[in-house]
């Protein structure tokens, strides 16, 4: 799921399947929108995969389509939606979540992850890191010179604590990641977005990232050197 502050009309390349938003009707690349199916008495579940079976219907991860959620849909999919806006976005929060989850350790069985300040350094100055992920009680990262580097680009992002991530890596704590490898730094970037809706969190597109993060109470500022 790509996410963006105003809606984009589809790319013209031709390449990507495209779908019809239920709410405002326009017509975008499938990965552009969440697909949503209804799980029996009424209720509707979001498909971040695309894999889960029965009839689906997509709309934007946008807030102005997401509070439109049950009368869309219940005219797309023909049935009566009992899923309320607000529930439907703290199920999407919650499927974020666990994905999130299952593609970081997914990028840690396949080595695709390198942690600590000298490995994340090494990485971002070498181009092989295509995400910096931060633990939220890790503000002494702000300071990290890759990591300053990265802001401007958007290419990091705050998510779980250093604790969540040492034990990925069977340590106490670790307070910084890097993904090095581009399919899977989008998905995670594009999951973290979604997991973060309940917070307040703007949407942003994926090109470009987010110019700004905030590490625990310390803000990062782009560096212009």
């Not at 990485?123 to 633990?135: F, G, P, T, Y």
């Not at 990641?177 to 977005?193: H, N, P, Q, S, Y």
Request: hydrophobic share 45%.
């Amino acid at each position: 799921m790509a996410l963006g502050s105003k809606k984009r009309k589809p790319s013209q390349r031709g390449q990507a399947p495209a779908r019809l938003c239920a709410c405002c009707r326009l017509s975008l690349p499938k990965s552009d929108l969440i697909r949503w199916v209804s799980s029996g008495d009424g209720q509707v579940v979001p498909d971040l995969t695309g894999r889960l079976p029965g009839r689906g219907a997509y709309l934007h991860p946008h807030p102005e389509c997401l509070a439109k959620l049950q009368t869309s849909l219940s005219k797309s999919l023909k049935m009566s939606v009992s899923t309320t806006p607000v529930q439907g976005i703290e199920l999407l929060m919650s499927a974020a979540r666990h994905r999130v989850e299952l593609l970081l350790g997914q990028a840690r069985r396949r080595s695709l992850l390198v942690w600590g300040a000298d490995a994340v350094s090494e990485a971002w100055q070498d181009k092989r890191a295509s995400l910096i992920l931060v633990a939220a009680d890790a503000a002494a990262a702000a300071k990290i010179g890759a990591v300053r580097q990265a802001v401007p680009l958007g290419c990091v992002k705050v998510w779980g604590t250093k604790a969540q991530f040492g034990a990925i890596f069977g340590r106490p704590e670790v307070g910084v990641v890097a993904v090095v490898d581009e399919t899977l730094a989008k998905g995670l970037f594009d999951a973290i977005a979604l997991a973060l809706l309940g917070r307040g969190a703007e949407f942003v597109s994926r090109s470009p990232w987010a110019a700004e993060e905030k590490f625990g109470s310390q803000e990062v500022e782009s560096s212009e050197n």
